[in-house]
């Protein structure tokens, strides 16, 4: 049974902070207030049988306009001069979460609480993922598996056998004797079984983004709808007449945003591997060689018992409890991380592949279809739920070393612990009429080029290889027609500009003119792509059908990094214990290793006034907020805030003479109806060519304020004004430009061009004349 939420809870409402709809009541709440907003409805009128929402990340305005006076985007430029064109104006900060958080909700991101790729979690000074909250959830009956499946077995069992001997002509003390038997050893097996190998909780997560999208308030209006690939997305939610395939946010099977592996035999290898690609040493170079895959950490069965039994304690008394409980799941044969054994046979000017029971020969610079992985927990779970994943491989090189490149391993279509795509059946659907496709938020692997292991051919390669699959989804939903609510995302002008920039920007410390003469070209070919992506929609246009395309931000070359932490220790309001500097930290520490990894360990809390962390963002060490708060609320809050603004802005870099901060903007400057708990209590918006650097963004204080940005990662957007990177939009139908559009505007424009009513409390406004 759904309970119906009260009004006063619903997001969008005036005056209310939203919260996060629970699955299944969002349609309901949403129902009752499109019945209760039936009259706006009638006056407006419906306008278009069907709307198509095209996004594509980091679709950058200069580089569209550019490219349209110079003939290259005849579709867009046809779409100009129909219908409408303007730049978008991104969110603050114009980052891919926070950007589409806003696109689907209408609210601000102080609303959304998607303000950045990572927050601070609350109560704490550690770093954590912002679009995705992890969690558990209690599996059947929780901590009382065992006594409740062995009575229920138990009792099955009983009754089975006053059946079965009742029949059998046995009555009154020898039927009773022989059920209550039959009872005690099935209950009694059942109940071990249940103690070995049903956990007692199963991973489970919920969406960071708050706020009702606006496919949801369609679906309620009874408006079929699908939604691909959406970033901050994910889980999918279920709702009548709304199918969802989920974007950005959705994890590889090891709980991180895309972890590739390199299989070697070369020991010697060496890389920057920042970006946390697992790199597995290989036993030989030639024949037979067994080596196994990074499987996923066993939450379950290993993590959720240790941190059940160390919660409250601290200390030597929680690493007590720790070794103590590793011991007994260790003597038990229960594995920490479930990897997956397979075998490569390595002859000639080959190599085989022999896993989840296929085999494929590649030759080296071949690439191997979908291998599907069946990860083993134990043999009742693998009966019963049997988890699925898959994977592909590239040879790069057979001699004199192998190097052999595996994706990211991604969940199975049909293997979903926590829903990715709504309804169940639609990953199948897909899965019948495409065969297996990526179901990885990040499905372009910039991680491998970005930590040196591949290069921009194997990076191009698999582009091309996911923007394939997702053209044909698109192709399939436009010719069926049945979603009058079609929304997809495309995200490969995001990635291709980020990896590329370098060799676009002469400014760059590392382009290469012989580089970019080579692979320079390939962004305005990916516009094209994203062109005729749009021509392909454009023909779909009846006179019935609106279209809009929108990207959620632009691009700037990313010369050089800034590192605020640094900064505030040179500047007195930060205290360390040490020196500057230090390892560092990767995504690695970010995704597994938590409280554990040593965040801010060298941090003077006492005498530490503020802190940077995420791409951009500078809290204060507040009372009452921080766990060891120095600042007091009210005066002196202000004071540190006024002088960071005051110090960041007025700062130059002595290497190029440019000032690198535009603005530092307060909380309450960029949003309405946040949280104070959780959001940053400052942001530093970059001018081009600067963003944070790299370890200031997961808190670290390297030893210098500016750094050359001496990665392949040199295109960026995440720290700069939003005025510098600004999106685009355009829309078959005129729209009104009396003002500049916010992303948010998206929202309420394609309600109206359906005929659903307004939403009120939005931050958003309907574009349409």
């Known amino acids: ?171 009154g003390a020898r039927l009773l004797a022989a059920a209550l038997a039959a009872g005690a050893i099935v209950g009694g097996g059942g109940a071990w079984l249940a103690a070995r190998w049903l956990p007692e909780a199963v991973p489970d997560a919920t969406n960071g983004r708050h706020g009702l999208p606006f496919w949801t308030a369609a679906a309620a209006a009874g408006i079929p709808s699908r939604v691909i690939h959406v970033p901050a997305n994910f889980p999918a939610e279920s709702h009548d007449h709304l199918e969802i395939l989920s974007g950005l946010g959705v994890p590889d099977m090891r709980g991180r945003i895309g972890s590739p592996s390199l299989f070697t035999s070369d020991a010697s290898l060496a890389f920057d591997n920042q970006f946390s690609v697992e790199v597995v040493q290989l036993s030989g170079r030639r024949g037979r060689i067994e080596t196994a895959l990074a499987g996923p950490v066993n939450d379950p069965f290993w993590t959720y018992p240790i941190q059940d039994a160390t919660t409250g304690l601290s200390g030597d008394e929680k690493q007590a409890a720790r070794e103590r409980v590793e011991g007994s799941l260790k003597s038990r044969g229960v594995r920490k991380r479930l990897d997956v054994p397979f075998v490569l046979e390595a002859t000639g000017q080959d190599l085989t592949i022999d896993l989840g029971g296929r085999r494929e020969t590649l030759k080296p610079a071949g690439w191997s279809d979908w291998f599907v992985v069946p990860v083993a927990v134990n043999p009742l779970v693998d009966r019963v739920a049997g988890l699925r994943g898959m994977v592909r491989f590239k040879l790069l090189a057979l001699d004199p070393e192998i190097r052999l490149y595996m994706s990211p391993l991604m ?190 360990k060298n941090v003077d809390w006492s005498r530490t006034k503020a802190y940077a962390l995420g791409l951009g963002n500078i809290y204060v060490n507040l009372l009452g907020r921080e766990p060891r708060g120095s600042v007091a609320p009210g005066r002196e809050y202000e004071e540190v805030r006024d002088a960071i603004v005051a110090g960041l802005e007025a700062l130059v870099d002595p290497k190029t ?33 600067y963003r944070i650097g790299w370890q200031s963004t997961l808190g670290e204080v390297p030893l210098e304020i500016f750094e050359d940005n001496l990665k392949v990662w040199s295109g960026d957007h995440c720290s700069n004004d939003p005025s510098l990177v600004p999106g685009i939009l355009f829309s078959s139908v005129r729209l009104q430009q009396e003002r500049e559009p916010f992303i948010g505007d998206l929202f309420p424009t394609t309600l109206a061009l359906l005929g659903v009513p307004a939403v009120p409390g939005i931050d958003g406004r309907s574009l349409l004349r």
């Open 411 to 600: 969940f199975h279509p049909l293997c979903q612990p926590v829903p990715f795509a709504t309804p169940r059946g639609l990953a199948g659907d897909l899965l019948d009429q495409f065969g297996p496709f990526k179901t990885l938020g990040w499905p372009i692997d910039t991680w491998s080029l970005a930590s040196g292991v591949t290069d921009e051919r194997h990076f191009l390669e698999d582009l091309e290889f996911t923007v394939a699959a997702e053209e044909k989804m698109l192709d399939r939903a436009l010719e069926s027609g049945e979603a009058r609510l079609y929304v997809q995302v495309f995200d490969f002008t995001d990635r291709i500009g980020h990896m590329l920039w370098r060799l676009h920007d002469p400014g760059h410390p590392l382009y290469d003119a012989a580089a970019a003469a080579q692979y320079a070209p390939e962004i305005p070919r990916a516009y094209e792509r994203m062109d005729k992506i749009v021509g392909r929609a454009m023909a779909h246009l009846d006179g019935k059908t609106a279209l809009l395309v929108c990207s959620d931000h632009g691009f700037a070359s990313f010369r050089r990094g800034v590192n605020y932490n640094t900064w505030l220790a040179k500047n007195g309001l930060m205290t360390l214990k040490g020196a500057m500097g230090g390892s560092g930290k990767t995504l690695e520490d970010l995704f597994d290793k938590g409280e554990s990894a040593g965040f801010f």
């Open 1 to 171: 049974m759904i309970n119906l939420l009260p009004l006063r809870d619903l997001p969008g409402l005036a005056g209310h902070r939203p919260r996060r709809i629970v699955p299944g009541r969002a349609v309901v709440a949403a129902g009752i207030l499109l019945l209760a907003w039936s009259a706006v409805a009638a006056a407006d009128g419906e306008r278009f049988e069907r709307v198509i929402v095209l996004g594509f990340d980091g679709a950058d305005a200069r580089l569209v306009s550019q490219y349209m006076d110079e003939g290259r985007l005849p579709n867009l430029a046809r779409l100009r001069q129909q219908g409408t064109y303007a730049p978008l104006r991104s969110t603050n900060p114009p980052q891919t979460p926070v950007s589409w958080a806003s696109f689907a909700t209408g609210l601000n991101p102080g609303r959304t609480e998607i303000f950045d790729f990572l927050r601070r979690k609350e109560g704490t000074y550690l770093p954590e993922f912002a679009m995705v909250h992890e969690g558990k959830r209690p599996f059947l009956f929780g901590p009382r598996n065992p006594p409740m499946v062995g009575a229920l077995a138990g009792v099955a069992a009983a009754l089975g056998a006053v059946v079965a001997l009742w029949f059998a002509r046995v009555r």
């Open 657 to 689: 003479g440019e000032k690198p901060v535009t603005k530092v903007y307060k909380r309450e400057e960029m949003y309405s109806g946040f949280d104070p708990r959780i959001m940053p209590d400052l942001r530093v918006a970059n001018s081009e060519h």
